[in-house]
């Protein structure tokens, strides 16, 4: 309800002919939903984890509240309960015996599913809620896009920055399952695997859509693990993006 010029909010009425007013404002308009994702093109989730018990519920049930499809976790040879945490939260569970590493983990996920759209998400994100996971799978589902990637806005200022720094490192994407299957490499990349899917979306000019997740973040591996162990899991990760980076120029040699 519109309110009069003393700031009431009682209703106006028809002025009679010949008197001065101003008619009443047309009411805002209401505030837009997320975009509908076709139906048309099945979907399914798609989380890799290693060590994530305490973690991985939260983003499985941010996951399934979408109703868009199955949540699959793979449990990539995890020792702490990942399996039984995801289980419990409702997730379908593919269990690998031993550590493959993240692109490991994603090509026995993407190998055992059969939906057209993927939506793949890091199991230790903080803050994401479903009407995020719905714009991030939208233009994929609606045709737009073969590929759209999430990038953190506005939550912690050290993951905020890291994206900023390197989008293509991020692991919040929706990807359709044969673009993904035809990434080389992509068992073997551990966790270079966000370089080897963006070096091939760029090679094979894929149609890529930015969204943005205002307020999300992630648990660091500082944090996970302790300062030092933590630091120890951050090279080994930055090796392992080097030498996908390194695999990928000799391939183009």
């Known amino acids: 309800m519109a309110a009069n010029e003393n700031g ?134 609606r045709g737009e896009a073969d590929m759209t990637r999430g990038s953190f806005t506005g939550g912690r200022w050290r993951t905020t920055a890291a994206q900023k720094i390197a989008p293509q490192l991020s692991g919040q994407r929706a990807v359709l399952r044969d673009k993904l299957l035809s990434v080389p490499g992509l068992a073997e990349s551990r966790y270079g695997v966000e370089v080897a899917i963006t070096r091939e979306a760029k090679e094979r000019d894929w149609r890529l859509v930015e969204v943005d997740l205002p307020g999300v973040s992630q648990v660091m591996k500082e944090e996970k693990l302790g300062r030092w162990s933590g630091f120890v899991a951050r090279l080994k990760m930055y090796r392992d993006v080097l030498m996908t980076l390194v695999s990928g120029r000799k391939r183009k040699d």
């Open 8 to 141: 009431t909010g009682s209703a106006s009425v028809p002025l009679p002919p010949g008197s001065v007013g101003e008619a009443e404002p047309p009411p805002d308009p209401p505030r837009a939903a997320p975009a509908e994702p076709d139906r048309d093109l099945s979907l399914a989730f798609l989380i890799p984890a290693f060590d994530e018990a305490p973690n991985v519920a939260r983003v499985v049930r941010a996951a399934q509240r979408t109703g868009l499809g199955r949540v699959l976790v793979v449990d990539d040879g995890s020792t702490d309960g990942t399996a039984a945490a995801a289980r419990a939260a409702g997730a379908e569970v593919l269990s690998l015996s031993e550590n493959a590493g993240k692109g490991g983990a994603l090509a026995a996920g993407t190998a055992a599913l059969s939906e057209d759209v993927l939506v793949l998400l890091d199991a230790d994100l903080v803050g994401l809620i479903p009407e995020q996971i719905i714009d991030l799978a939208a233009p994929v589902m």
